[in-house]
Protein backbone atom coordinates (compact mmCIF):
# COMPACT_ATOMS: atom_id res chain seq x y z
CA UNK A 1 0.00 0.00 0.00
CA UNK A 2 1.20 3.50 -1.13
CA UNK A 3 1.84 5.71 1.59
CA UNK A 4 0.19 8.44 -0.49
CA UNK A 5 -2.85 7.39 -2.67
CA UNK A 6 -4.55 9.45 -4.92
CA UNK A 7 -8.00 8.94 -6.97
CA UNK A 8 -8.82 8.41 -9.56
CA UNK A 9 -6.14 7.14 -11.33
CA UNK A 10 -7.52 9.08 -15.05
CA UNK A 11 -10.68 11.32 -15.29
CA UNK A 12 -12.30 12.67 -18.22
CA UNK A 13 -14.58 15.58 -17.98
CA UNK A 14 -16.40 17.56 -20.82
CA UNK A 15 -15.28 21.55 -20.55
CA UNK A 16 -16.80 23.45 -17.87
CA UNK A 17 -17.13 20.59 -15.52
CA UNK A 18 -16.47 20.91 -11.34
CA UNK A 19 -13.44 18.35 -11.35
CA UNK A 20 -12.25 16.97 -7.80
CA UNK A 21 -9.22 14.90 -6.86
CA UNK A 22 -8.35 13.10 -4.23
CA UNK A 23 -5.22 12.17 -2.18
CA UNK A 24 -4.52 10.39 0.90
CA UNK A 25 -2.00 9.60 3.02
CA UNK A 26 -0.66 7.52 5.55
CA UNK A 27 2.37 8.84 7.00
CA UNK A 28 2.94 12.08 9.15
CA UNK A 29 3.56 15.11 7.21
CA UNK A 30 4.45 18.50 7.37
CA UNK A 31 2.68 19.55 4.15
CA UNK A 32 0.99 18.68 1.13
CA UNK A 33 1.47 19.85 -1.81
CA UNK A 34 -0.35 19.75 -5.30
CA UNK A 35 1.68 19.18 -8.46
CA UNK A 36 0.89 19.77 -12.14
CA UNK A 37 3.05 17.68 -14.57
CA UNK A 38 2.19 18.28 -18.26
CA UNK A 39 2.51 15.86 -20.93
CA UNK A 40 6.37 17.12 -21.71
CA UNK A 41 7.66 16.46 -18.23
CA UNK A 42 7.70 19.69 -16.29
CA UNK A 43 6.38 20.03 -13.05
CA UNK A 44 5.03 23.16 -11.60
CA UNK A 45 4.31 23.19 -8.29
CA UNK A 46 0.04 24.26 -7.72
CA UNK A 47 0.14 24.54 -4.18
CA UNK A 48 1.66 23.57 -0.43
CA UNK A 49 -0.54 23.57 2.16
CA UNK A 50 -0.71 22.09 6.17
CA UNK A 51 -3.85 23.41 7.03
CA UNK A 52 -7.39 24.41 5.70
CA UNK A 53 -7.57 25.39 1.98
CA UNK A 54 -6.32 27.56 -0.58
CA UNK A 55 -7.24 29.22 -3.84
CA UNK A 56 -5.54 30.24 -6.70
CA UNK A 57 -7.31 31.38 -9.74
CA UNK A 58 -9.95 28.08 -10.85
CA UNK A 59 -7.30 25.90 -8.45
CA UNK A 60 -8.95 25.39 -4.64
CA UNK A 61 -6.91 22.66 -2.47
CA UNK A 62 -7.91 21.73 0.87
CA UNK A 63 -6.55 19.57 3.21
CA UNK A 64 -8.43 17.95 6.57
CA UNK A 65 -5.25 16.96 8.82
CA UNK A 66 -7.21 14.85 11.07
CA UNK A 67 -8.57 12.22 8.05
CA UNK A 68 -5.72 12.34 6.66
CA UNK A 69 -7.15 14.01 3.53
CA UNK A 70 -6.57 16.86 0.57
CA UNK A 71 -8.32 17.39 -2.38
CA UNK A 72 -7.76 19.72 -5.60
CA UNK A 73 -10.88 21.03 -7.07
CA UNK A 74 -10.82 22.73 -10.52
CA UNK A 75 -13.78 24.94 -11.54
CA UNK A 76 -14.54 25.73 -14.74
CA UNK A 77 -12.83 23.46 -16.14
CA UNK A 78 -10.64 23.93 -19.60
CA UNK A 79 -8.46 21.91 -22.42
CA UNK A 80 -5.13 23.40 -20.86
CA UNK A 81 -6.13 22.06 -17.42
CA UNK A 82 -5.27 18.93 -19.26
CA UNK A 83 -2.43 17.08 -17.01
CA UNK A 84 -1.66 14.76 -14.67
CA UNK A 85 -2.52 15.97 -11.58
CA UNK A 86 0.18 14.86 -8.61
CA UNK A 87 0.13 14.55 -4.35
CA UNK A 88 2.85 14.81 -2.40
CA UNK A 89 3.35 14.88 1.07
CA UNK A 90 6.66 16.10 3.14
CA UNK A 91 7.49 13.82 5.59
CA UNK A 92 7.27 15.44 9.19
CA UNK A 93 10.53 15.42 10.58
CA UNK A 94 12.55 15.70 7.29
CA UNK A 95 12.52 17.08 3.63
CA UNK A 96 11.37 14.18 1.44
CA UNK A 97 8.60 14.10 -0.21
CA UNK A 98 6.29 11.24 -0.88
CA UNK A 99 4.66 11.30 -4.30
CA UNK A 100 1.13 9.70 -4.86
CA UNK A 101 1.15 8.31 -8.80
CA UNK A 102 -0.72 11.09 -10.20
CA UNK A 103 -4.52 11.75 -12.14
CA UNK A 104 -4.26 11.86 -15.43
CA UNK A 105 -7.02 14.31 -16.14
CA UNK A 106 -8.07 15.37 -19.82
CA UNK A 107 -10.78 17.63 -20.80
CA UNK A 108 -12.91 17.51 -23.70
CA UNK A 109 -14.29 20.54 -25.56
CA UNK B 1 8.40 33.40 -8.66
CA UNK B 2 11.51 31.07 -8.11
CA UNK B 3 12.71 29.14 -11.04
CA UNK B 4 14.76 26.02 -11.91
CA UNK B 5 16.96 25.21 -14.90
CA UNK B 6 17.81 21.82 -16.61
CA UNK B 7 20.36 21.15 -19.14
CA UNK B 8 19.70 19.40 -21.64
CA UNK B 9 16.38 18.63 -22.03
CA UNK B 10 16.42 15.57 -23.87
CA UNK B 11 19.79 13.51 -23.97
CA UNK B 12 20.15 10.34 -26.20
CA UNK B 13 23.71 8.06 -25.79
CA UNK B 14 25.43 4.96 -25.75
CA UNK B 15 25.17 2.19 -23.30
CA UNK B 16 28.45 2.78 -21.16
CA UNK B 17 28.75 6.94 -21.93
CA UNK B 18 28.10 8.84 -18.91
CA UNK B 19 25.82 11.76 -18.90
CA UNK B 20 26.01 15.33 -16.91
CA UNK B 21 22.56 16.61 -15.87
CA UNK B 22 23.04 20.10 -14.40
CA UNK B 23 20.33 21.70 -12.50
CA UNK B 24 20.52 25.72 -11.58
CA UNK B 25 18.41 27.69 -9.43
CA UNK B 26 17.85 31.01 -11.54
CA UNK B 27 16.88 33.41 -9.22
CA UNK B 28 17.54 32.20 -5.93
CA UNK B 29 19.79 30.44 -3.53
CA UNK B 30 19.13 27.06 -3.53
CA UNK B 31 20.31 25.62 0.07
CA UNK B 32 19.02 22.13 -0.70
CA UNK B 33 18.59 20.86 -3.63
CA UNK B 34 16.76 16.98 -4.75
CA UNK B 35 16.98 14.87 -7.88
CA UNK B 36 14.06 12.58 -9.08
CA UNK B 37 13.32 9.66 -11.01
CA UNK B 38 10.62 8.72 -12.74
CA UNK B 39 9.75 5.63 -14.96
CA UNK B 40 6.82 6.30 -17.79
CA UNK B 41 3.78 5.88 -15.98
CA UNK B 42 5.00 5.59 -12.79
CA UNK B 43 5.35 8.84 -10.36
CA UNK B 44 8.55 10.32 -9.19
CA UNK B 45 11.20 8.84 -7.00
CA UNK B 46 13.48 10.60 -4.43
CA UNK B 47 17.17 9.20 -5.60
CA UNK B 48 19.83 11.67 -3.47
CA UNK B 49 19.56 15.03 -1.87
CA UNK B 50 22.12 17.14 -2.05
CA UNK B 51 23.17 20.40 0.28
CA UNK B 52 25.54 22.62 -1.12
CA UNK B 53 29.07 21.51 -0.23
CA UNK B 54 28.46 18.04 1.51
CA UNK B 55 27.97 14.84 0.41
CA UNK B 56 24.67 14.06 -1.40
CA UNK B 57 22.44 11.35 1.08
CA UNK B 58 21.12 8.69 -1.21
CA UNK B 59 17.90 6.75 -1.00
CA UNK B 60 18.14 3.25 -0.47
CA UNK B 61 18.26 1.31 -3.46
CA UNK B 62 20.19 4.35 -5.47
CA UNK B 63 23.70 3.58 -6.55
CA UNK B 64 25.68 6.82 -5.31
CA UNK B 65 28.86 5.33 -7.49
CA UNK B 66 26.73 5.13 -10.88
CA UNK B 67 24.73 8.53 -9.69
CA UNK B 68 27.56 11.44 -9.18
CA UNK B 69 25.85 14.17 -7.54
CA UNK B 70 27.66 16.96 -7.46
CA UNK B 71 26.43 20.25 -5.60
CA UNK B 72 29.04 22.98 -6.24
CA UNK B 73 27.39 26.18 -5.75
CA UNK B 74 23.91 27.22 -3.85
CA UNK B 75 22.65 27.15 -7.65
CA UNK B 76 24.22 24.49 -9.31
CA UNK B 77 24.04 20.89 -8.38
CA UNK B 78 24.74 18.01 -11.26
CA UNK B 79 24.07 14.52 -11.68
CA UNK B 80 26.50 12.53 -13.55
CA UNK B 81 24.82 8.50 -14.65
CA UNK B 82 28.30 6.94 -14.85
CA UNK B 83 28.13 4.35 -17.72
CA UNK B 84 24.72 4.17 -18.64
CA UNK B 85 22.78 1.43 -19.45
CA UNK B 86 19.38 1.04 -21.31
CA UNK B 87 17.88 0.48 -18.24
CA UNK B 88 18.87 3.98 -16.72
CA UNK B 89 16.29 5.20 -19.45
CA UNK B 90 14.24 7.87 -17.63
CA UNK B 91 12.95 11.32 -17.04
CA UNK B 92 15.38 12.93 -14.45
CA UNK B 93 14.07 15.88 -12.60
CA UNK B 94 15.78 18.41 -9.79
CA UNK B 95 14.15 20.39 -7.61
CA UNK B 96 15.80 23.51 -4.98
CA UNK B 97 14.47 24.78 -2.17
CA UNK B 98 15.12 28.28 -0.65
CA UNK B 99 16.11 26.54 2.99
CA UNK B 100 16.23 24.30 5.34
CA UNK B 101 12.89 24.11 6.93
CA UNK B 102 10.63 21.05 5.76
CA UNK B 103 8.13 22.78 4.80
CA UNK B 104 9.54 25.24 2.53
CA UNK B 105 8.36 25.05 -1.16
CA UNK B 106 10.23 22.88 -3.32
CA UNK B 107 10.65 24.68 -7.28
CA UNK B 108 10.87 21.97 -9.35
CA UNK B 109 13.01 21.99 -13.28
CA UNK B 110 11.52 20.84 -16.63
CA UNK B 111 13.15 17.52 -16.28
CA UNK B 112 15.46 15.68 -18.41
CA UNK B 113 14.55 12.93 -20.68
CA UNK B 114 17.72 10.40 -20.73
CA UNK B 115 17.71 7.68 -23.53
CA UNK B 116 20.08 4.74 -23.39
CA UNK B 117 20.95 3.05 -26.89
Known amino acids: KNEVEQSPQNLTAQEGEFITINCSYSVGISALHWLQQHPGGGIVSLFM???GKKKHGRLIATINIQEKHSSLHITASHPRDSAVYICAATNFGNEKLTFGTGTRLTIIP | GAVVSQHPSWVICKSGTSVKIECRSL??????MFWYRQFPKQSLMLMATSNEGSKATYEQGVEKDKFLINHASLTLSTLTVTSAHPEDSSFYIC?????????????FGPGTRLTVL
Open chain 2, 27 to 32: DFQATT
Open chain 2, 95 to 107: SASLGEDPTDTQY
Open chain 1, 49 to 51: LSS
